[in-house]
C-alpha cells in the first residue's frame, strides 16, 4: 500500500482588492470547519495615550449591532450556527475572528465582515460592555503576572510610547471615552486599507476569494493615518520595580529588555537566541537552572515575539516570595552567560533544528495557519513564507546568534518588575 | 463541495491488545507529516488516600526527570529535534503523557513512553527538588481567586468521595510525602496492563505496531490495582462556603452534583448546560481555549446582558464517577454577589420550569460544532481517543454525536428538575478584601 501525505507547505491565494483589503485563503482536509480572520491594524498603539483603552473598548462594543442586524440578531445567527466570534486587541492589531462549519461559511463571513464594516455602537451597549471592560481592568490589577508583565512594559518603553501602556487602558480613562470617540476611532482604523482577512479550511480558495470580494465591494476607504511611534528608550541602567501584593501565594518575576523590530536583518538571530535562552525543550536555559536544577519554579521561560517596533524580550517566572531573589540570581546567571559566551555549536544545531521541524505542527490547524498568514503579509515576508523559512533558518551563523545574545543581554542594563507578597527585593 | 473528509473522524481507528495486556490505539491521517503518541494511565487523583493527595500529579512531574535508559539531562531534545513538543497532566481519572513531531520521531516518542512506564529512575534528590516546583505550581494556582474558590466549592460540594480533593494536592502532604511514596505509587499504576497508547497521524498501522511491540513488547504485566473509592451520599440540603481574601472583584460559583459519562442522564446534562451557558464540546484539551457560543444562552441574558456579570461559563465533564456541574459567575464592578446570586438561581429556576424545543435544538446544533471543531489536529483527536478509552471505557467515543443528537426535550426537563434542586447546591462566594491589594501599584523603585 503506498500512503501519501498531502503536502506540508501551503499554497495560498492572495488577492488585493481595490480599497485595499487583503484577502488570503488557504485549503485544508482535517475537518469540515472554517476559520475566518480578519485582522485590521487598529491595535492600542493607535489610539491617543490620553484614551487608552479606546482600541480595546471599541472591540468589545462593534459586535453589538450593525446597520443590518440588531446585536440580539447577531448574537442569534452566530449561537445558532454553534459559533462564537472572537475579538480580540493588542498593541497592534484589532482581530476579529471565526471558526464555523464548512456548511456555515457563507452566512458567516457575512456576520464577521458586517460587524467589521457597519458597527452602529448603540449606547446601551457601550454602557454594558464598559462595565465588563472595567471590570477586566480590575481583575488584572488583582493578577500578579499581568502586573509585573504590564510593570516591565512600562520601565521598558516609558508612558509616551504605546508598548509602554496596557491595552485595556485603566478604569477612569474606560469611563470617560464617549461614543463619539469609539465611532471615530472605528471609522479611520478599521477599514479596508488596514484589513488582512485570512480564510482557511474546507472551502475553496477561489470561492473564498470571491464571496469575500462581493462583501467588501464598496466599502470605501481613505488613507490610514500615520502614527510615527516615539524612539524606544535606551536603558543605560539596570531598573528593578516591585508591586506589593498582600495577600498573594507566589511572586511573579517579569525581566526585560528591548531588542529589535521584525524587519530588522537580525531578526532570525534573535529569535534563535531567544529560543536556547528560554524556550528550547520545556525553557531552554532559563528552566534548566531555575526550574530543574534548583526546584525554584513550576514555570520560567522568555518570550520574544515579531513587532514593527523594537520588540521586548521578557523572562518570566513565578516563585516562592521566599526565593526571588535567589530566582532573580539565577535569571541574571543564564543572561550574564549566554551574553558573554554566546550558544554552543551544539545547542545551535538543536534550536535550528526543532524551529525548522516544528513548521508543520505550526501549521496543523486552521487558526494556526491563519494567523501564519497573516503575520507573513503584515511583514511582507511572502505567500511561500513557510517553504523559504528552513533556508532562511539555515543560514543563520553561530557568530550572529552570539551576537544577537551580546547586544542584548546585560544584567546591568536589566529591567526587572516582581510582584506579589514578597519582601522588599530591591 | 466539501474538501474535508465525509466520514467521521474516529471511523478508521484499529484498536489491539500486546500479550501484557498493553491497549493500543492506532488512527492514520495523513494531512500532515505529523505524529501524536499519547500514553494513558487508569490513575488520577482519586486514587489516592489520606496522607498522599497530589502522589499521582507529582509522579507525573517525576516521569520527566530521567530513566534508566534516558539520563536525565539528555530528555530535553529528543524530540525536538523533530520539531517535537512533549508534555502531560494529570486529574481525577487519568494521568497522560504526549509527544507530538515529525514521522521521523515515531520511535524516539514510543522509546520515551517504554522508558516511562518501566524504567523511571525517581533519585532522592530530584524528588526533594520537585517538592519545591510542584509547591510552586500550587502557590501560582493560589494566585488566582476563582481556582482557591474553586477548591473551597469542590470540598464542600463533594463530602466522601475522593474527587474531593484538588489534583495538585494538600499543601501539607506535599510537603511530607517521601520519595517512597511517589515510587511505590507509580509501581502500582505504572503497568502496560493499566495503560492504553493511542498514537495518531502520518503512519502505516502494521508498521507502528511492529514498532510499539518492539518498545512495550517485553514489559511483564503486572496486578492491575484495585481502585477504591468512596460513594458519594446524597445531599440534603444547601451548603454554602464564603471566601475572603484580598482581591478586586467578586466571584460566585454554583455546584451541583453531575452524571458520570456512562449514566444515562450525561449526554441530557450537557446539552442543558449548553442551554445554560453554551456548548464547550467535549475536550479538555482544546475546548477550554476557544470560548462557547453564548450570546442566546439563559444564563448570558439573565446576568451578563442584565449588567450583573461580566462572565459566565458551565462546566459538565465526562468523568468515571459522578462529579459537578458547576457554574461560575465573574460579579461586574460594583454589583452585590447577592444580587447576582438571585438573578442566577431565579434563571436556574426558570430553566427547569421551561427548557423549550428552540433552545434544545440550538444546544445540539451548537455541539454537533463543537464535535468537528475540537478534532482539529491529530494531537486533539488522540486526546479524545484516549481520554474517552481511558476514563468511561470502549466504545464511548463513537456514539457521542449519536447520543449528544439522541437527547430529547423531556430527558432535559427532566434533568434539570431533578438536579438542579435547593438542597442539592453549593453555593460559593469570593469575597475580596479590597483594603490592601488595591493599594498604590507602586511600593518602591530602585534605578542601579
Known sequence: ?426 | MPLAHDAPIHDGVRDFELDNGLKVLVRELHTAPLVSVWCWYRVGSRDEGPGQTGVSHWVEHMNFKGTTNIPRDQMKGIVERFGGMWNGYTWIDQTTYLETAGRDAVDQMLFIEAERMNNGLYDPEECESERTVIISELQGGENDPEQVLDTEVTATAIRAHQYRHPTIGWIDDLRSMTRDDLYGHYRRHYIPNNATLVIVGDVATDDVLRRVERHFGAIPEGQKPLRKVSLEPPQSGERRVEVEREGTTAYLKLAYHAPAAPEPDFFPMVVLDAVLTGAKGLNLWSSFRVPPPQRRARLYTAVVERGLASAVSGAVVPTSHPFLYTVSFTATEGVELGDLEQAALSAIDDAVLGVDEQEVARAKRQLKARLVFENDSVTNLAHQLGYFETVVGPGFYPRLLRSIQSVTLDQVRDVARRRLTKHARTVGWFRPLRSRSAAAPVALERTA
Not at chain 1, 471615552?177 to 469609539?182: E, F, K, Q
Not at chain 1, 531588542?259 to 530588522?264: V, Y
Open chain 1, 1 to 426: 500500500m503506498t500512503i501519501t501525505t498531502a503536502s506540508s507547505g501551503l499554497s495560498p491565494l492572495k488577492a488585493v482588492l481595490s480599497n485595499g483589503a487583503v484577502v488570503i485563503a488557504q485549503e485544508t482536509s482535517m475537518t469540515p470547519a472554517v476559520t475566518i480572520s480578519a485582522v485590521f491594524r487598529a491595535g492600542s498603539m493607535y489610539e491617543p495615550a490620553e484614551l487608552a483603552g479606546l482600541a480595546y473598548l471599541t472591540g468589545r462594543v462593534m459586535d453589538r449591532g450593525t446597520e443590518r442586524r440588531k446585536a440580539a440578531a447577531v448574537a442569534q445567527e452566530l449561537d445558532d450556527r454553534g459559533v462564537s466570534l472572537k475579538i480580540s486587541t493588542n498593541r497592534h492589531n484589532l482581530a476579529v475572528s471565526a471558526t464555523c462549519l464548512a456548511e456555515d461559511f457563507e452566512d458567516v463571513l457575512d456576520i464577521v465582515l458586517d460587524v467589521a464594516r457597519s458597527p452602529v455602537f448603540p449606547d446601551e451597549e457601550i454602557t454594558k460592555r464598559r462595565s465588563e471592560a472595567i471590570t477586566a481592568v480590575r481583575q488584572d490589577e488583582d493578577n500578579p503576572a499581568v502586573r509585573a508583565v504590564e510593570g516591565l512594559l512600562a520601565l521598558l518603553y516609558g508612558p509616551s510610547h504605546p508598548y509602554g501602556r496596557s491595552v485595556k487602558g485603566r478604569a477612569e480613562i474606560l469611563d470617560r471615552i464617549t461614543r463619539s470617540d469609539i465611532v471615530q476611532f472605528h471609522s479611520t482604523r478599521v477599514v479596508p486599507s488596514s484589513l488582512s482577512l485570512a480564510i482557511v479550511g474546507d472551502v475553496y480558495a477561489e470561492q473564498a476569494i470571491e464571496r469575500s470580494r462581493a462583501q467588501l465591494d464598496g466599502w470605501g476607504t481613505s488613507p490610514i493615518p500615520r502614527v510615527d511611534l516615539p524612539a524606544v528608550p535606551t536603558a543605560i541602567a539596570r531598573r528593578q520595580r516591585s508591586i506589593a501584593m498582600p495577600g498573594k501565594a507566589q511572586s511573579d518575576i517579569a525581566y526585560g529588555f528591548t531588542t529589535i523590530p521584525r524587519l530588522d536583518f537580525r531578526y532570525y538571530a534573535y529569535w534563535m537566541m531567544n529560543n536556547i535562552l528560554g524556550q528550547f525543550g520545556l525553557g531552554g536555559r532559563l528552566a534548566d537552572n531555575v526550574r530543574e536544577r534548583q526546584g525554584m519554579a513550576y514555570y520560567t521561560y522568555s518570550s520574544f515575539d515579531p513587532a514593527p517596533a523594537q520588540a521586548p524580550l521578557i523572562i518570566r517566572a513565578g516563585v516562592d516570595p521566599a526565593n526571588v531573589r535567589r530566582a532573580i540570581a539565577a535569571i541574571d546567571h543564564e543572561v550574564d552567560k549566554l551574553g558573554a559566551e554566546g550558544p554552543t555549536e551544539q545547542e545551535l544545531s538543536e534550536t535550528r533544528d526543532f524551529l525548522v521541524g516544528s513548521i508543520p505542527r505550526l501549521l496543523e490547524t486552521n487558526q494556526s495557519i491563519a494567523t501564519f498568514l497573516q503575520l507573513a503579509e503584515e511583514f511582507q515576508l511572502g505567500l511561500d513564507f513557510d517553504r523559504r523559512l528552513p533556508a532562511v533558518l539555515q543560514h543563520v551563523t553561530l557568530d550572529e546568534v552570539r551576537s544577537a545574545a551580546r547586544e542584548t543581554l546585560h544584567t546591568s542594563r536589566a529591567s526587572v518588575v516582581v510582584a506579589g507578597p514578597h519582601e522588599d527585593f530591591v
